[in-house]
């Protein structure tokens, strides 16, 4: 008679074997795949495509227009941050502040940021796996049909209706051999900075425009003022002319040179009420507001004309946020080149899934109704008709283009900051100069007037020396107003701050 205790010892080293020998079969199963994992995370070290580097330019140490700069002094108290405060205007400050919280423009721009910031993190997701749980009932039956051997031909159809209870966990990991993935991740990262730089190159476009229109709108505030101020004078001319020629002086032309004087100038003055209007309608649009909500008071300081240096050729392309827009672009094409010529190699997936299987709910979940998988999936493309190939001369294009584009961003910015270095200087003479002209206009008009109401000299006298001034008003005003416009776009042309 055996001994109990030596039978349960036997059947207990027969089960422990039988599944030390299970375990051995599924690590043998396992080997295989793991070693290709093991491969291809080996392989994943490496990328295709260029790595990216800056393109070059042939940057001037100096400017060419520098010499005939003058900053302002003292220039510690230049702005770093908000320059439109060197205009020392309030109003205009505020007019920015809602500028920067209401603007349109600037809130398309940063919805774009959002969004390309959000294909960044797209395109970082690939990098990790992706896992999924599933769970699904589903109820159907099975069939078969024979035929009759006694002569009578007919079908007999019979069929077993069961339910199948699945649920399982599965999980899939495509190995970046080839760098394909990191080169998306690269190209998403370039693209979200190019965004943000795009987003402060408009926000700089909208600050200079709208620095631009009120500015404008301010010098035709001046200008109205001076028009109603020669309005009166020629008024009063006209109604000196009037009492003249009433007391048989002067003949009646003089009267109608005089009446036509003050016609003209009325007009100069309907066209400069235009003129206001629509630059206030502009602000209005920039601000997000309708036209027909927004209004401005005239103003009746006169903004201080801005005075900058302009620093640095070299240090422009780092101030300057459409350059890094452009410059961010290139990265992003070069990156995207890897991309398409990551589409020549093999694509090594890992995938892994397991669950319980059963057409019986009470026993569903259960050892033996458990099933897994796991293994390597290499997928190739052996013909697609020359498609990786246009993609890759399309992503090589690409490069090429914005590689030109960038370069092109360059020498404009440089031009623009030369254009405005001579123009800020020549209409600064200029404005010395029809400063001058005005004065002596002022003073001629003044004495001949005193020689008209003495009677020494005639209305076309008169007439001549209020349109010297008047023409040497409007000029001087309209150099200060391109001065103004210069000022803001040299701005611009540095980066918006110094």
């Given at each position: 008679m055996k001994n109990p205790t030596t039978m349960k010892n036997i059947k207990r080293l027969a089960t422990e074997s039988a599944a030390r020998r299970a375990i051995d079969l599924d690590f043998g199963k396992l080997r295989r795949p793991l070693s290709c994992a093991l491969l291809g995370l080996t392989l994943a070290g490496c990328a295709v495509g260029p790595d990216y580097v800056k393109p070059t330019m042939d940057i001037p140490d100096a400017y060419k227009e520098s010499?005939?700069?003058?900053?302002?002094?003292?220039?510690?108290?230049?702005p770093r941050g908000p320059w439109w405060t060197v205009c020392k205007d309030p109003r205009l400050d505020q007019l920015m502040d809602t500028l920067n919280r209401q603007s349109p423009t600037i809130a398309q721009a940063e919805a774009q940021y959002r969004q390309a910031e959000a294909l960044m993190r797209q395109a970082r997701s690939g990098l990790f796996p992706t896992v999924g749980v599933s769970a699904s009932a589903s109820r159907g039956a099975s069939?078969?049909?024979?035929?009759s051997t006694s002569g009578n031909t007919g079908n007999v159809n019979s069929g077993r209706v069961s339910t199948i209870y699945d649920t399982?966990?599965?999980a899939s990991w495509e190995a970046d051999v080839w760098g394909r993935v990191r080169r998306s991740v690269e190209a998403g990262e370039a693209g979200a900075s190019a965004s943000a730089a795009q987003l402060a190159a408009i926000r700089l476009s909208s600050q200079a425009q709208l620095a631009t229109a009120y500015l404008e709108l301010v010098v035709a505030d001046?200008?109205?003022?001076?028009l109603r101020d020669s309005e009166k004078t020629l008024q009063e001319t006209l109604t000196l002319t009037q009492n003249q020629f009433a007391a048989g002086t002067v003949s009646d032309a003089n009267v109608a040179l005089a009446e036509s004087q003050l016609k003209t100038a009325q007009v100069q003055t309907v066209d400069k009420q235009l003129t206001r209007a629509l630059l206030e309608h502009a602000i209005a649009a920039a601000?997000?507001?309708?036209?027909?909500?927004?209004?401005?008071a005239a103003s009746d300081l006169?903004?201080?004309l801005p005075q900058i240096p302009p620093g640095l050729p070299s240090t422009l392309l780092e101030r300057r946020p459409d350059i890094a827009a452009a410059e961010r672009n290139v990265a992003a094409a070069n990156a995207n080149i890897g991309v398409a010529k990551a589409a020549?190699?093999?694509?090594?997936?890992?995938?892994?899934?397991?669950?319980?299987?059963?057409?019986?709910f009470a026993d569903w979940i259960s050892l033996p109704n458990r099933f897994w998988s796991l293994g390597p999936q290499l997928a190739l493309t052996l013909f697609d008709g020359g498609l990786r190939r246009a993609q890759t001369d399309q992503a090589i294009a690409a490069y090429d283009a914005n590689v030109a584009a960038y370069r092109m961003t360059v020498l404009s910015a440089f031009q623009a900051v030369e254009d405005n270095l001579a123009s800020q200087a020549l209409l600064a003479q200029q404005a010395d100069l029809e400063s001058a002209a005005l004065a002596a206009a002022r003073r001629s008009e003044t004495i001949t007037l005193n020689q008209y109401r003495a009677g020494?000299?005639?209305?076309?006298?008169?007439l001549t020396a209020q349109n010297t001034r008047l023409s040497a008003e409007s000029s001087l005003w309209n150099i200060k107003n391109r001065q103004y416009v210069s000022s803001i776009a040299l701005i611009a042309a540095i980066g918006g701050q110094w």
């Open positions: 010499a005939l700069w003058k900053t302002a002094q003292p220039m510690d108290e230049s069939g078969s049909s024979s035929s399982g966990v599965s001046q200008q109205l003022r001076q601000l997000g507001q309708a036209p027909s909500r927004f209004s401005l006169e903004p201080q020549f190699f093999p694509t090594l997936t890992l995938s892994a899934s397991g669950g319980y299987n059963s057409n019986s020494i000299v005639g209305y076309i006298e008169v």
